[in-house]
């Protein structure tokens, strides 16, 4: 049986003081057995040079790849609620368990040999404080995705919570929608100033202006709870109690167990 490995140097953990960004991953992994939205954790180990992850493979490859094999970059509105479904359960699982992502990308949404999404990466994720807000001035995250409270907390100007996630949430929405993140810049610098003075959805299409709402976070639909997501118009007719019943849109055409098609390849 083919597993997929995630390789941590330790020297670079300790280096970049990322110790804790390991343990959170790990502590989230160990959740996944109670969780159909995120890869399984099958061990964990260490040799002397690095730490490692064996998890479940999950053959279709990622949201980013699914999008670029389209001939416009973008999915359609039908494609787009079934993904954006399945995502808005694996985050809020992932707050049910008392974390917040950080870090959520077309990227780290793979789509596993029978079409459905698994959030990954957990290396951003923090543990939530008792009051639903965390401590920390890091801002974490991918400059197109990241949220402006956290972009705020380094300055100590804010706390945020869970609804950083639905921020990136709405942005990926948006993406697949639209075929770019809203805020995108070729300088990281323009993005985050345009993220900071900005709550425009710029041409998108009004019916869904406020469920991408990219606002303060007081505002921000999500807020009070994942039913003020569900319960938009735009999933009207979805089950989201048996959704993974539902047929994909995309369904992975592996030619073996080892079939790595829907992967780039990288040169270390």
């Known amino acids: 049986k083919i ?5 941590l140097n330790k020297l670079y953990i300790l280096r970049c003081k990322e110790l804790s960004f390991y343990m959170q991953e790990r502590n989230v992994l160990k959740l996944s057995e109670h969780s159909t939205w995120f890869p399984k954790l099958l061990t964990s180990f260490q040799d002397s040079q690095n730490l490692y992850f064996v998890m479940e493979f999950a053959g279709g490859g990622d949201l980013l790849n699914l999008l670029g094999r389209q001939d416009n970059l973008v999915l359609t509105e039908e494609e787009t609620r079934f993904y954006m479904a399945e995502i808005i359960l694996a985050v809020n699982d992932l707050h049910k368990f008392g974390y917040t992502h950080r870090d959520i990308k077309p990227q780290n949404i793979l789509i596993d040999n029978d079409g459905h999404i698994k959030l990954a990466d957990f290396g951003s994720c ?3 404080n008792n009051d639903g807000l965390v401590n920390s001035r890091v801002p974490v995250g991918t400059s ?3 949220s402006p409270e956290v972009l705020q907390a ?3 100007k804010t706390q945020y919570g869970a609804e950083c996630d639905w921020w990136s949430v709405g942005i990926l929405m948006y ?8 805020f995108y810049s070729d300088f990281t610098a323009t993005t985050y100033a345009q993220i900071m003075n900005s709550d425009v959805t710029r041409d998108l ?3 869904y202006f406020k469920l991408i709402k990219l606002c303060d976070r007081e505002k921000r639909i999500g807020l009070n709870g994942v039913e003020e997501i569900q319960n938009h118009p735009f999933f009207n007719g979805i089950d989201w109690n048996n959704i993974r019943s539902i047929k994909p849109p995309f369904l992975p ?3 073996s167990p080892e079939d790595t ?7 270390n």
């Open 3 to 7: 597993y997929a490995m995630k390789t």
């Open 126 to 128: 923090i543990k939530l």
């Open 144 to 146: 197109d995705y990241i």
């Open 154 to 156: 380094q300055e100590g």
């Open 175 to 182: 993406e697949l929608l639209q075929g770019d993140p809203p």
């Open 205 to 207: 299409i009004e019916k």
């Open 253 to 255: 055409q592996l030619k």
């Open 261 to 267: 098609q829907y992967f780039e390849e990288y040169e």
